[in-house]
């Protein structure tokens, strides 16, 4: 064989195996946005921000997950009323979202054993004497 042979064959194969890659990924499920409005909610990304900066100037942790009874512990004062989300990355039909007005004292528990095993980000936003805070953890079951 010689070199034109030799170049020729590398150069086919090259482009066989690119255009492989390019099918392959083409045909694959399951890519999305993580979010419907992506684009809107990175535009509002600001107010995130300022909600997380309010969060950190409090005194106290909010949102913990005790991971030996797969539960979470919300702090949260007489009045809050919020929003739980528990977003799962990899299969947005597993994403659940439950609405908070706390009326008690104490801390709130929610069980979290009927989540699917995996990686979780836990999302809490709220609203406690007129001020916006928000939290996120990410979890492993």
Same mark, same amino acid.
């Given at each position: 064989? =010689?070199?034109?042979k030799?170049?020729? +064959?590398? #150069?086919? &194969? ?11 990924s ?19 990304y ?22 030996? =009874?797969?539960?979470?512990v919300?702090? +949260?004062? #007489?009045? &809050?009323?919020?929003?739980l989300?528990?977003?799962r ?9 439950f609405?908070?007005?706390i ?7 929610i069980?979290v054993?009927s ?5 979780w980000?836990v999302?809490l936003s709220w609203?406690?004497?007129g001020?916006?805070?928000y939290?996120?953890k990410?979890?492993n079951?």
């Open positions: 064989m =010689n070199w034109g030799g170049i020729l +064959l590398s #150069i086919i &194969a090259f482009v066989g195996i690119i255009l492989t890659m390019v099918v392959i083409v045909r694959m499920e399951g890519i999305e946005l993580v979010t419907e409005n992506y684009y809107e909610q990175e535009i509002k600001q107010d995130q921000i300022d909600k997380q900066m309010s969060t950190l100037a409090l005194d106290r942790e909010v949102l913990v997950f005790d991971a030996s =009874n797969k539960t979470l919300l702090d +949260l004062p #007489i009045g &809050a009323k919020g929003k989300n528990f977003f990355p990899s299969d947005e039909k597993l994403d659940q979202e609405l908070l007005n009326m008690e004292e104490k801390n709130k528990t069980p054993h989540l699917k095993e995996g990686y980000k999302q609203t406690e004497n001020t916006s805070y939290q996120e990410k979890i079951l």
